[in-house]
């Protein structure tokens, strides 16, 4: 897909953060969009600013955990814009606490969320991207889908999750010869407000961390900026790249995974005690 004008992308999480900056970016371009989020304030105002860019321009508040949701926005999508050709599957949350602390219902939420949300957005929008002729399916995973953070058990699981299905969808596409392709994307440290609504216990005070600054802590740590990161995305879907990584950070952890797979843990070990 070298060109997004006229395209119609849907994309979840787009009140805030990655969401809205690819909105935008696509909106610039000429793309019409479907735009999704919980947060019914946050959503409005993208759709606010995108519509400036003379697109058009549907909006739906979705909780992505709902499967039947989703497939009734996918429908809606194209009966509202003919067709779609994007499907950003955007939305995530986080939560810090050790595995032992955390409750099987904040594993859920995350799961839910994090990886369901991205196999019902794939699975509902996948004959209709099929349909449309040019399609391509954005799932964004994370570098804690390459190497795993402690405290971060849930988030690390949903994200090498979205990963594997991706990669592997990817594949099945590429044998069928679709005319639908797949990117995966691992941004690293990005300035989006999912840190500050990242649900966390006290639990974490057992591996030497403070539920109150940690969040403060790991916030230091992100240098990229949405737009940044929306650029990054888009022109990979132009490559039609396979992965996509973003920020400097995300390349030094894909490097030391790659030449410490088992002995990266103790790095991350040191430093996480070096944060708390």
Known sequence: MKSFTNKVAAITGAGSGIGRALALNLAKQGCHLALSDVNETGLAETVAQAKAFGVNVTSQK???????????????VVRDHGKVNLIFNNAGVALGSTVEGMSYDELAWVMNINFWGVVYGTKAFLPYLKASGEGHIINISSIFGLCSQPSQSAYNASKFAVRGFTEALRQELDIENAPVSVTCVHPGGIKTNIAKAAKMNDSIKS??????????????????????????????????SRRALIGSDAYVVDAMQRLLPTGYQKIVSLSTKLMG
Request: hydrophobic letters at 40%.
């Open 62 to 76: 979705l909780d992505v955990s709902n499967k039947d949701g989703v497939h009734a926005w996918a429908d809606a």
């Open 207 to 240: 591996i030497g961390l403070n539920p109150s600054t940690s969040t403060q802590n790991f916030e230091k740590l992100f240098r990229t900026t949405p737009v940044e990161a929306a650029n990054v995305i888009l022109k990979a879907v132009q490559k039609d």
